[in-house]
């Protein structure tokens, strides 16, 4: 069974930074297209970015510009970095694990943009 812990979420202020972190449990993962997510407060999830095994990535246009999403394959963990947050980046941001269309999730970690 795979599993994904994620790490880095907080608190911090609009235009501030943050850095989230997902290790992956088996080697599957150089071998997997990676994903955050996130779930606003009564909103439904969303695809933040997507990382493919080949190295392409994909933004939703509202973080474009704003967060990166990178992998390293020798650690079997992806990043997304998030620069100039704003108020509403405020979600749990869970990864995602897509290993011949099987899919795998962290249990989230929370990230609050607040003054």
């Known amino acids: 069974q795979v599993q994904l812990v994620e790490s880095g979420g907080g608190l911090v202020q609009p235009g501030g930074s943050l850095r989230l972190s997902c290790a992956a449990s088996?080697?599957?993962?150089?071998?997997?297209?990676m994903a955050w997510y996130r779930q606003p407060p009564g909103k439904e999830r969303e695809l933040v970015a997507i990382?493919?095994?080949?190295?392409?990535?994909n933004y939703a246009d509202s973080v474009k510009g704003r967060f990166t999403i990178s992998r390293d394959n020798a650690k079997n963990t992806v990043y997304l970095q998030m620069n100039s947050l704003k108020p509403e980046d405020t979600a749990v941001y869970s990864c995602?694990?897509?290993?011949?269309?099987?899919?795998?999730w962290g249990q989230g970690t929370q990230v609050t943009v607040s003054s």
């Open positions: 995602n694990l897509n290993y011949r269309w099987t899919l795998y």
């Open positions: 088996e080697t599957i993962f150089r071998d997997s297209d």
């Open positions: 990382i493919t095994r080949g190295g392409r990535t």
